[in-house]
């Protein structure tokens, strides 16, 4: 079977932007926030979306489960204060569970979290909580920059972060290491902000001593690790001039790559560099990268093409990136399939 | 022959650094600054502090000439304002300068400039013009975040930056695009700061129309480009979805990617995914990864070994990238080396 541990619901029906418009001109002082219920979305609206869209690509490539959370350039904690980021994750979050109880076969959620600059993380627990004990979620998506391209908040390893990792541990999820849009015009949102902040968080947490606090705390940094499996000599090289152990030991045991990289040599580095036991199958489709690749004539985002194709991987260790490492790093996925008799 | 591109005077003589650090203290208000002439360095201090060094490891690696410029992370243009920088600056290029003079056959000089956030980028041609003319440079560092990790500066391709490339265009010299020390927490200096900036460079150079209003101006990206040539199906994704050129075209007759990745499966990708007429060698040596592999019980920047080693390159190609595509992007330096019969 072949997990997709990275999606985004980015064709939610049209309402949910209209909603979040009125909540952001609401901000700026431009009429009443709206209140929850003016979100009206049929289940066949939700139905629809989803088998135009991911579903039908799910189909043609094969995917048969995809873990599903809120579209990563909506979330914009940097907009508004916590309540507004709290009323926003929730009915995100909401959407999310909805499409999962629609098609329990081939979604599950990963929640997007009530962040916002500077404030308390602990803020954050209520809304963990609820999406993994009410909705069956199976992971969160963390952002370490809240402020959208300022890089504000402190790094993953300071305490700051703790109160979400200790609900992490104690749900037994991990978390993908996730921005969100840039307003920062130096940082082009997918081009930039999002691989620069993968390299940002391999960096901290090489730099941390973190999961001497959290031995079973997890991380999945996205996109292939952003700049990370590629520089893999300068950051075993940096770790061991900071008298790190091995990264093997400091950083593996804890930390996750998955396969959202966009053509066949970026695979085979990232599938050669680092171990298949630390490679997540992911396409992230219908994001970032939509076109078809004219030197292929395939889809950029269609990495399971590139997984296939790539000489580094046994088929035993292909069995690994396509569904036994999802299982491992999210226990709540590998229960849920169980349950399900897959 | 073999060049490398890309070195920085990281062993500068105890007396620069503490010129420097009175220089800071004064701008805290504790002490006067020094005066240049406060900043004593002979001439055998300086050849003493290359030839235990840099000369020492170009001899023992085959590297007949390095590019050599100011130390990057003591460029520090975030400290004090555009005084402060004119007078550091002017006094790191010409201890590079002093060198080039010293060993002419192994070292040209290229530039750090007198930049500070916020201040209008015409202030750096002065020093621009005089490293070259005066100084024989064949090149320039140009820092685009000069606030040392907060990103405050306008992008690659605003007007803001254009007094320095009309300066370029010129003379006819190129910039490499290289960051200063982050003092960002969350920005590890030489771990995500450095990889980060040479990733976004690329992504503004993409998102721009530069190389119309200049077409002549030549980008040195280092750090192997960053995360550009990992990700260089995504690149040429969103190239396509915002109209823009094939990436061969719309960046590549104008921007190169040295060699200071520091592990073989990451030269290969870079060799194999980038032209090699755009790949120039470098190494940093003596940089931000000082240690010996323990995989191969080599020097981690011993990019030399990468280079030759790798099955992408033919020898023809290889050739280009340890001298030609040098000599012709930076035709100062080809014609320095014309006038030396090499």
Redesign the interface.
């Known amino acids: 079977m072949i997990i997709d541990i990275h999606g985004h619901y980015t064709t939610a029906p049209e309402a949910l932007e209209g909603w979040r418009n009125r909540q952001v001109a609401a901000i700026g002082g431009s009429g009443a926030p709206p209140a929850r219920a003016d979100l009206r979305i049929s289940d066949d609206e939700l139905r629809q979306s989803i088998e135009a869209n991911q579903l039908r690509q799910m189909r043609e490539r094969g995917i048969d489960l995809t873990i599903f959370s809120p579209r990563a350039s909506f979330m914009a904690h940097h907009i508004g204060d916590q309540f507004v980021s709290a009323e926003w994750a929730s009915i995100c979050n909401e959407l999310c569970f909805r499409v999962s109880e629609l098609f329990p076969h081939h979604f599950a959620g990963a929640a997007m979290l009530p962040q916002s600059p500077g404030v308390d993380t602990a803020t954050c627990v209520a809304e963990i909580r609820r999406c993994v004990t009410e909705y069956g979620f199976v992971g969160i998506n963390l952002n370490?920059?809240p402020s959208g391209?300022?890089?504000t908040?402190?790094?993953l390893y300071d305490r700051y972060w703790y109160p979400v990792y200790e609900t992490m541990v104690e749900l037994d999820i991990p978390a993908m290491v996730h921005v969100s849009t840039s307003c920062?015009?130096?940082?082009?949102t997918?081009?930039?902000h999002y691989?620069?902040a993968d390299?940002?968080a391999v960096?901290?947490l090489?730099?941390g001593d973190l999961f001497r606090d959290f031995p079973q705390l997890r991380f999945v940094i996205p996109?292939?690790g952003?700049?990370a499996?590629?520089?893999?000599?300068?950051?075993?090289?940096?770790a061991?001039?900071m008298k790190k152990p091995l990264l093997s030991e400091h950083l593996l045991r804890n930390v996750f790559f998955d396969t959202c990289?966009?053509?066949q040599?970026?695979i085979?580095?990232l599938t050669?560099?680092i171990p298949a036991a630390n490679i997540l199958f992911a396409s992230e489709m219908i994001g970032?990268?939509?076109?078809i690749?004219?030197?292929t004539s395939h889809p950029?985002?269609d990495t399971r093409r590139y997984v296939d194709a790539t000489a580094s991987l046994s088929p035993d260790d292909r069995t690994k990136v396509f569904e036994t490492n999802a299982r491992r790093v999210y226990p709540r996925l590998d229960a849920r399939l169980t349950a399900q008799g897959r």
């Open positions: 370490p920059d391209g300022h890089w908040s402190p790094p920062n015009a130096c940082f082009h997918t081009g930039a691989i620069n390299t940002t960096m901290q090489i730099e996109h292939g952003g700049a499996p590629y520089h893999w000599g300068r950051y075993r090289g940096l061991q001039a990289v966009y053509h040599p970026g085979d580095l050669k560099v970032a990268v939509r076109g690749d004219p030197e950029f985002d």
